[in-house]
């Protein structure tokens, strides 16, 4: 079945740094791509996404790229914040039914 | 108010009580959502109403019961928890029935069963 698989966290960075990410997956067909993003005390928001292969999300400095090939879609941001500091989510969707399919999610701490 | 809006942020219930959750969007959604959010699990998806039809998780217990009486509101009514029943809610909504992949999510009830 389909499936997503996180890096597991918590990823520990100091500000300016450089992140990455890591999300693999598991699907038939062309699944659309999701990164979300979950700050302290708040629900999950949209940070970017990609539907077909070679495509690149963007969003508040994050990028991912669609990697059919490697099944991958990895977040990179160049020089992270404090601000950054959070849960990020991978998820992917196929048209076929209602749900996301979830990675367990990636705490990220940047120290000042 | 704007986008999703879920009450109370924090409930604390015993195992024979019965109360509900409340979740209100204001988007003009078609598509609403819980889910449970469990500390270092992948987020569950408990319900989906779409367009009046409802959708659900087979594994979830007979103990959480939605109701959506319309688009704008969602209710997620609880009895007779068990302590592992405690963890976020999270309420959605979204535009199309069938997913885009862009939710939009409430800040969550916070649930504690003694």
């Known amino acids: 079945g389909n499936s997503v698989t996180q890096m597991e966290g918590p990823v520990t960075l100091s500000e300016e740094a450089f992140l990455t990410i890591n999300c693999t997956y598991t699907a038939t067909g062309y699944p659309s791509l999701f990164w979300y993003v979950q700050y302290p005390g708040e629900g999950l928001q949209l940070l970017l996404k990609?539907?077909?292969a070679d495509d690149k999300g963007s969003n508040k400095g994050f990028e991912a790229t669609y990697r059919k090939e490697t099944t991958s879609f990895h977040l990179e941001k160049g020089s992270v914040q404090v601000s950054d500091s959070a849960v990020y989510f991978c998820?992917?969707?196929?048209?076929?039914?209602?749900?996301?399919?979830w990675g367990a999610g990636t705490k990220l701490i940047i120290k000042p | 108010e704007t986008g999703v809006t879920q009450t109370p942020r924090h409930l604390v219930m015993g195992m024979t009580n019965k109360k509900s959750l409340k979740c209100e969007q204001h988007?003009?959604?078609?598509?609403m959502y819980w889910y449970k959010q469990s500390a270092k699990k992948p987020l569950e998806l408990m319900f989906v109403?779409?367009?009046?039809?409802?959708?659900e998780n087979n594994s979830v217990p007979s103990r959480f019961s939605p109701e959506c009486p319309n688009s704008s509101h969602l209710f997620l009514h609880l009895h007779t928890l068990q302590p592992e029943d405690s963890a976020l809610y999270l309420c959605a909504s979204s535009q199309a029935p069938r997913l885009s992949g862009e939710l939009f999510f409430g800040e969550g009830s916070r649930l504690t069963v003694l």
């Open positions: 998820a992917l969707s196929h048209d076929s039914n209602y749900q996301l399919i």
């Open positions: 990609a539907t077909k």
């Open positions: 109403y779409s367009l009046e039809e409802r959708v």
């Open positions: 988007l003009g959604h078609n598509a």
